[in-house]
């Protein structure tokens, strides 16, 4: 018998990966869009903070366990900048183009382009879980000069993994999420949901 589950994203995309990897633990992934509530504001001051904010609000209003996540881009030479800003860097949330073009007008003239990925995933039993499940993934690589690739979104275009010779817009998506700093997060989750199922 499969147990339900609702994760706490309108992105599709996250919703497939998900229902892939935690579907072999016995385990229904069902969107948030399942249930009538609305999207609580991000207001942590940590990728953490803003994860366990979306849980908690979806488990509370589906009445199940909840998995959310929180991601971001932290520049070296911006000491962690765009940070949990990653998707309002320029002022309206998900303008892609915009948040690009301001962060290639920060980075103008600087050599160091040293950048991560972060993300942090969180599994909660009930909205007022004491010890929620927390994995973390990084992803490390320089930002570019210029965008290259068409695939992706957010940042993709502009980030050149380390070892790579492609950017993240360039990577085949399998590749991509095997690699990213979310599918390490949901591999670690996956982990550790096995060992306390």
């Not at 909840?66 to 000491?79: E, H, M, N, R």
């Amino acid at each position: 018998m499969m147990t339900s589950i609702v994760l706490a994203t309108g992105n599709h995309g996250k919703l497939a990966e998900m229902q892939a990897m935690l579907g072999p633990l016995g385990l229904d992934v069902v969107p948030q869009s399942d249930f009538d509530f609305e999207q609580p504001p991000e207001t942590g001051s940590s990728f953490v903070e803003n994860a366990l904010i979306k849980a908690r609000s979806a488990s509370a209003a589906s009445g199940l366990p909840a998995i959310a996540d929180d991601s971001g881009l932290a520049v070296d030479a911006l000491g962690g900048a765009p940070g949990v800003h990653s998707a309002r860097y320029a002022g309206r949330h998900g303008d892609d183009a915009a948040n690009n073009a301001k962060l290639l007008a920060a980075l103008d003239g600087e050599a160091n382009r040293g950048a991560q990925f972060i993300c942090l995933c969180v599994m909660l039993r009930h909205p007022d879980d004491p010890i929620p499940l927390i994995a973390q993934g990084i992803w490390r690589g320089q930002i570019l000069v210029a965008p290259r690739g068409d695939g992706g979104f957010g940042y993709d275009p502009l980030f050149l993994p380390d070892g790579c010779a492609v950017s993240s817009a360039e990577l085949e998506p399998a590749d991509k999420n095997r690699m990213s700093h979310r599918g390490q997060a949901v591999a670690m989750l996956v982990e550790r949901l096995r060992a306390h199922a």
